[in-house]
């Protein structure tokens, strides 16, 4: 019984359908500008399968928050140097309005599921994520996230679990996931995992607590479990964590791949939506100018490679945030949250490299899935 209340509080805290409130506004100024990468566009769109695939997913971000990063950061972001766009759509089996369990399932396994899920279907069957499919034909995966390892978007990409609230056995399917490397938080919440769970994890994966550790050159599978303030919000004290973790991953990859076999990794830039549940709209612009330092990475990476396509969308949209003023010049933009929770308007979706062309128009989160499942399963 306890659990179920447990349970109930944690879907309470995590998901509001939105509900009517009073606006909350909010604004950031003086914003240092801090550029962007302009890609070289030469295998943009290309005809030829790409080897690896990168999807990164800005939990919570909408066009608002995409945009007010942009006019924050002086009318320039890596996301708006890019061609390739269209919409996703993001409702689940269970409700208009999706959580982030459902709809990062729906990346993660090409199917839609009900809200809490964590990789199982309308009867709780476990489904096949991405890692599971395309680890046997040699291609190896990679997850990295400022959330924590258990967090409902990680979650979806090697647990099998009824309910995203079940932190301790979603932990448990660490060990028989199909993942090569990992970056999420934290040290603290692993160290609270049942010791049979840290053990089994610690087969498995050689833990450091640092990105940038000698054991990045030796290790055959890598989990980077930083201490919470690492990967915590940019206004407590996280720095560079996600863009130096998503190169990390794709170097960490790229050295472990077979002849001719490529990787696929997922980044998710977590706290965009937290910072919106919590109406913060300075936090989530600077998330937002964080996540997008991520992309340039995966950006400039696929343009040093070739060979790389790169998918950039959000499981949803947070807080029904609109962009009310702002002066670009002076790095300050101005916001308005109507809601807490989560709403079912569309959000944007761009693309850069090999088959960029495919994610354009308007799509399902679960079609995005599918698209990238045979874009890989293409060159086997
Ligand atoms: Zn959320």
């Known amino acids: 019984m306890k659990k179920i209340l447990l349970l109930l509080a944690f879907a309470a805290a995590v998901y509001f359908p939105a509900a009517a409130q009073e606006i909350v506004k909010g604004e950031i100024e003086d914003v240092p500008a801090q550029g962007s990468y302009h890609p070289t566009f030469s295998s943009d769109g290309a005809a030829f399968l790409p080897k690896n695939i990168i999807l990164m ?12 990063g942009y006019f924050a950061n002086n009318e320039e972001l890596t996301y708006a ?39 199982v279907d309308d009867q709780k069957r476990p489904i096949a994520n991405i890692p599971e499919r395309v680890a046997p034909d040699g291609i190896v995966c990679g997850v990295v996230t400022t959330d924590d390892m258990n967090g409902a978007t990680p979650a979806s990409f090697f647990a099998h679990q009824p309910n995203r609230g079940m932190t301790d056995e979603i932990w448990a399917d660490l060990p028989s996931s199909a993942l090569t490397y990992f970056a999420a ?59 130096k973790a998503t190169r990390e991953a794709i170097d960490f990859l790229r050295a472990r791949t077979r002849e001719g076999k490529g990787f696929f990794l997922m980044v ?20 937002l100018l964080d996540f997008d330092q ?11 490679d ?9 499981d949803h949209e947070t807080s029904g945030l609109a962009i009310w003023n702002g002066k670009p010049s002076e790095g300050k933009v101005e916001g308005v949250h109507i809601s807490k929770g989560h709403t079912a308007i569309p959000v944007p979706i761009f693309s850069y490299g090999p088959h960029a062309q495919d994610f354009m128009g308007v799509q ?17």
């Not at 997913?57 to 007010?68: E, M, P, R, V």
């Open 57 to 68: 997913i800005g939990d919570g971000t909408g066009l608002a928050q995409i945009a007010a």
């Open 81 to 119: 140097n890019l061609k390739h766009m269209g919409w996703v759509t993001t409702k689940s089996s269970s409700h208009f309005t999706t959580d982030s369990a459902a709809s990062g399932t729906a990346y993660a396994t090409g199917q839609k599921t009900y809200n809490y899920a964590v990789g």
């Open 185 to 243: 938080g934290s040290k603290e919440v692993f160290e609270k995992r049942p010791e049979a769970t840290q053990k089994a994890v610690k087969k498995v994966f050689t833990i450091v607590n640092e990105t940038g550790s000698e054991e990045v050159a030796t290790a055959s599978r890598l989990g980077v479990l930083p201490p919470a303030v690492e990967t915590g919000y940019i206004v407590n004290g996280r720095t560079d964590f996600l863009p």
């Open 268 to 287: 998710e830039g977590a706290r965009i939506d937290k910072a919106c549940h919590s109406n913060k709209f300075d936090s989530a612009v600077k998330e």
């Open 294 to 304: 991520a992309i340039a990475e995966a950006i400039r990476f696929a343009d040093e």
């Open 306 to 314: 070739g060979n790389t396509l790169v998918v950039i969308s959000a």
């Open 364 to 380: 399902g989160n679960e079609q995005v899935s599918q698209k990238i499942l045979k874009l890989l399963q293409g060159r086997q």
